[in-house]
């Protein structure tokens, strides 16, 4: 039960934007390429597939869905890539436990098409349960990638 209000809770955060209440672990809002303690890197990708490692490091719960964007680089400056087909996501909350791993992936081409050469990132979002207060926060990742 408990699980599962933290899966709810962390939800209702991720989609309604973050407000002052949500500084409590100390992680900061902005796009960011790693932390101590969250990282996702890059493990297979062509220009039609991806696949990452997510790696928790905390004691806290990371909660994370399906959904994410892809960013582009160009004259230094990072752009989000429109997508050429509509995007769906599976509404699904995942929880990686404290100090664990995992492996997600997705087929970019079922959104994006296929990546012509350049600079990209994956941005994912993810949000930090501490389990005994129920305290959480919003952390997005980017993890860069070029084609």
């Not at 949500?22 to 809002?29: A, F, H, M, W």
């Not at 997510?54 to 990072?78: H, L, M, Q, T, V």
């Not at 994956?122 to 993890?143: C, M, N």
């Amino acid at each position: 039960m408990k699980k599962i209000f933290a899966i709810m809770l962390a939800a209702v955060f991720l989609f309604s934007g973050c407000g002052a209440g949500n500084k409590s672990l100390g992680i900061s809002e902005e796009i960011i390429t790693d932390t101590e303690i969250l990282k996702m890197d890059i493990t297979d990708f062509t220009n039609e597939k991806i696949a990452v490692e997510i790696k928790n490091e905390s004691k806290y719960e990371a909660g994370y869905g399906e959904s994410y964007s892809i960013e582009f680089k160009k004259d230094g400056e990072w752009h989000i890539l429109s997508p050429e087909k509509e995007a769906s996501f599976i509404e699904v909350a995942y929880i990686l436990e404290k100090e664990s791993s995992c492996t997600w992936g997705d087929n970019l081409s079922r959104i994006y098409g296929k990546l012509p050469e350049g600079e990209y990132r994956l941005i994912k979002q993810f949000t930090l349960i501490e389990p005994k207060t129920g305290s959480v926060e919003a952390v997005t990742l980017a993890a860069e990638f070029s084609i």
